[in-house]
């Protein structure tokens, strides 16, 4: 198998090819949903499903869908180590995600909550004298990355580089640059590496309270984590818990003003509402897919799936699907239980961050609002000329709204 066959190209299955078709792919996803819920693609070798009940299935049935995979869609170099919760299934996956898990409990975020107001109170003062603000360059980006560069033990100064490697890392492969751009993330990744190393030995000599100290403490299998696994961890920490969390945030900002103008006003008059609309920006926009191998021959769906061959699960499109949310096209943040989308998986592998992000977006979003009496879009403001390329398509780099004060 070549190089470029090791990633799943996600634009190549889709045919969407436009940056605006890629930010709004829910009438392809509708399309698939109600045409070709089981999906073959021939040219990569991999199923395709699109409803709520197959993806479900896909993510908590790991005897028939594993996560001991060769190839996958998360377009950052693999890390194979013991301590990577990403390509095992349980019950080795229980043991390497305990050493993760501790970090991310209810009762150590917590402990966390009065560092993230402080950071989102900084941050909200910089806007405060503003007439016009960059929500995205502001707040979205500088927010997540701050935070989990404080909670890993990471020095601040150095936020901004590594923001600049985590883009580079998750950049979406294509095939007509899949090798410049291989070598270009294997560079990052050696960068990465050389600048965490002395920061985790540092770590073992004098301990901090820290998520990099808690690491070089841990045993896995009754052993202590080498410094190489330490280092390998805080590398997918620092990653996953920066590009998710800003694409939430801004992504809630963009709902508030184009999905459902006016429910900033809802919001102001009733904060209790903002959890919600968390939950709905989460289930009605966010265009997320994870991916499995099939682990034996079967039949489930209706289709003859071969063992090794690839499945993605178009989460996107199972959180708006009919049978499992009425009205799933419309947003509605009063909606019964909007917080069972599969935006961040399900079963074993439930995003361990997924609690931090939401926690980060519900402080950030309660302050702003406290502060701000309306945000509408700035006056030119078109999508297609704030769009980036993503992991998961396409992702706002830039949003300007107008501000009026409180």
Known sequence: MSSTNQNILLHEISKLKSKQSQWEPFAWYKEMRENSPVYYDAEQDVWNVFSYEHVKRVLFDHQLFSNKKERSLIPVPRMDNRSNVNFVDPPEHRNRRALLAKAFAP????????????????????????????????????????????????????????????????????????????????????????YLYPIVLEKRKHPA???????????????????????????????????????????????????????????????????????????????????????????????????????????????????????????????????????????????????????EARIALNSFVKRFADIRPAEDFEVSDHLTDSAIGQSLKSFPVRLEKA
């Open 107 to 194: 009762r150590t975020l917590e402990e966390w909550e009065p560092r993230i107001q402080a950071i989102v109170d900084e941050l909200i003062t910089e806007i405060d004298s503003l007439t016009t603000a960059d929500v995205v360059q502001k707040l979205a980006i500088p927010l997540p990355v701050t935070v989990i560069a404080d909670l890993l033990g990471v020095p601040s100064k150095d936020r901004a580089m590594i923001k600049s490697w985590s883009d580079i890392l998750f950049l979406p492969y294509a095939n007509e640059t899949y090798d410049d751009l291989a070598a270009r993330k294997a560079g990052v990744m050696k960068e990465f590496y050389e």
């Open 209 to 359: 309270d820290d998520i990099i100290t808690d690491l070089t403490k841990a045993e896995l299998d009754g052993e202590q984590l080498t410094d190489e696994e330490v280092v390998m961890s805080g590398i997918g920490l620092l990653g996953a818990g920066n590009e998710t969390t800003t694409t939430l945030i801004s992504n809630i900002f963009y709902s508030m003003c184009f999905d459902k103008p006016g429910i900033y006003q809802e919001l102001r008059s009733d904060l209790s509402l903002v959890p919600q609309l968390v939950e709905e920006v989460l289930r009605f926009r966010f265009p997320a897919s994870i991916d499995r191998k099939v682990a034996q021959d079967t039949d489930v769906f209706g289709h003859e799936m071969k063992k090794g061959q690839m499945v993605v699960t178009w989460i996107g499109a199972a959180n708006r699907d009919e049978a499992q949310f009425a009205h799933a096209e419309e947003f509605d943040i009063h909606r019964p239980g909007n917080q069972h989308h599969l935006t961040f998986g399900a079963g074993p592998h439930f995003c361990l961050g997924a609690p931090l992000a939401r926690m």
